[in-house]
């Protein structure tokens, strides 16, 4: 008798799904395909997602199993990165090509199949083939199935992705760098969510306005998808408390700017507690941040906190603070803003999310990574603005 009820048991077990199994699936459709979008008053025949440039928001909770059918549509081969999931036991599901999966072919699908495990917060998703990220990416949002661990009643969620734009097809680019061995020509704007915003030509519709009502707290998601650019973002007159990272939670603090790397994303809470102009309007603002001697693109892309007041229905962007750039958002080449605000960084390190790293350390090892630039070989034409660059990474392990 006692094996028999323990037998039923081990069945009960084995069937029944413990905690950290979810039985919830979300399926999501991607289509990979052409869309002209006009920005800077040029027209580019970019990739998208379903059309859509930034691609659609994700939005899973913690737990969920996700399937992602991605039907190819585009002529060229490609396939889709899910930025910053774990991947655990699902490594084929990540997405580079030639990494972990072969390419998605023109006209073939693909579905992705992956859980979401030990994660919340900001992620995003990106095409992992050539430089198709450039236009194909969107924000990867995990709900916690818990509360936050900070308090905060929050109005909304507002995904903030910054990027990239050219004015030619990005392939283009690639294949003349790969043609001159010179450095990829620079954007020709940076984006809020797509659009450049009024500092640039032709722009003035072409700018984000985000409508906030006051005395709120916003959550604001925000990812650098720009290909090559750490990035400052600001918001005139407020402050954001930085609460996570690359779907982890950190140390809260406060601070007027932050700086966020290619890839990397974050969630900032954001609160209205200003008294708006009659305009209503606040300045959001995204700058480079770089010490480089080759060319690159030095603009600012501004877009606008929009508090609704019983006179701003009628404005139009144009018409509120063009051209002006909050001084909160840090000079190009400000590196002490830059080690500052990365110094501050910490992760949250609580009893419920522990930084488990380990602490004993077996092997020291010292990497150096470099940059050089190559003569032009003789007996060839170098069509670059610039020498070819290597970059080199060397290891150096000392004895212990
Ligand atoms: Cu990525």
């Not at 899973?60 to 039907?71: H, L, R, S, T």
């Not at 994660?119 to 924000?139: D, E, I």
């Not at 308090?151 to 001159?180: C, S």
């Not at 990272?245 to 966020?260: G, L, N």
Request: charged share 20%.
């Amino acid at each position: 008798m006692e094996s028999l009820i323990l037998g039923v048991l081990l069945v009960l077990l084995i069937t029944l799904p413990t905690s950290s199994c979810s039985l919830i699936t979300k399926r999501f459709e991607f289509n990979v395909e052409w869309k002209n979008v006009t920005r800077l008053c040029n027209t580019v025949n970019v990739l998208t997602v379903n059309g859509k440039y930034p691609g659609p928001t994700i939005t899973v909770y913690e737990g969920d199993n996700v399937e992602i059918k991605v039907n190819n549509r585009g002529p060229d081969n490609t396939t889709i990165h899910w930025h910053g999931v774990k991947q655990l036991r699902t490594g084929w599901a990540d997405g580079p090509a030639y990494v972990t999966q072969c390419p998605i072919t023109k006209g073939k699908s693909y579905t992705y199949k992956f859980t979401i495990t030990g994660q919340r917060g900001t992620l995003w998703w990106h095409a992992h083939f050539s430089w198709q990220r450039a236009t194909v990416h969107g924000a990867l949002i995990i709900k916690p199935r818990k509360p936050y661990p900070f308090p905060a009643r929050i109005r909304a969620e507002i995904p903030i992705i910054l990027g990239e734009w050219w004015n030619e097809p990005v392939q283009a680019i690639e294949d003349y760098m790969k043609l001159t061995g010179d450095g990829p020509n620079s954007s020709n704007a940076y984006t809020i969510n797509g659009l450049p915003g009024s500092l640039y030509e032709c722009s003035n519709k072409d700018t984000f306005i985000q409508k906030v009502e006051r005395g709120q707290t916003y959550m604001f998601r925000i990812i650098n998808a720009a290909l090559n650019q750490e990035l400052f973002f600001t918001v005139e007159n407020h402050t954001m408390t930085f609460v996570e990272v690359d779907a982890a939670y950190t140390k809260p603090f406060t601070t007027t700017a932050i700086m966020i790397t290619p890839g990397q994303t974050t969630t900032v809470l954001l609160t209205t507690n200003q008294s708006p102009d009659s305009t209503g309007m606040f300045v959001m603002a995204a700058r480079p941040y770089l010490t480089s001697l080759f060319p690159f693109n030095n603009s600012t892309s501004i877009g606008f906190l929009q508090y609704k007041t019983s006179q701003t229905a009628k404005l139009k962007p144009q018409e509120a603070s063009l051209g002006y750039i909050p001084s909160s958002l840090p000079k190009m080449e400000d590196t002490v803003f830059a080690t500052k605000f990365t110094d501050i960084l910490r992760s949250l390190g609580s009893t419920e999310y522990p930084c488990d790293v380990p602490k004993q350390i077996d092997k020291r090892v010292i990497t150096t990574i470099s940059m050089n630039l190559q003569d032009c070989p003789k007996n060839k034409t170098c069509k670059g603005q610039i020498k070819p660059a290597k970059a080199y990474m060397g290891r150096h392990s000392p004895l212990q």
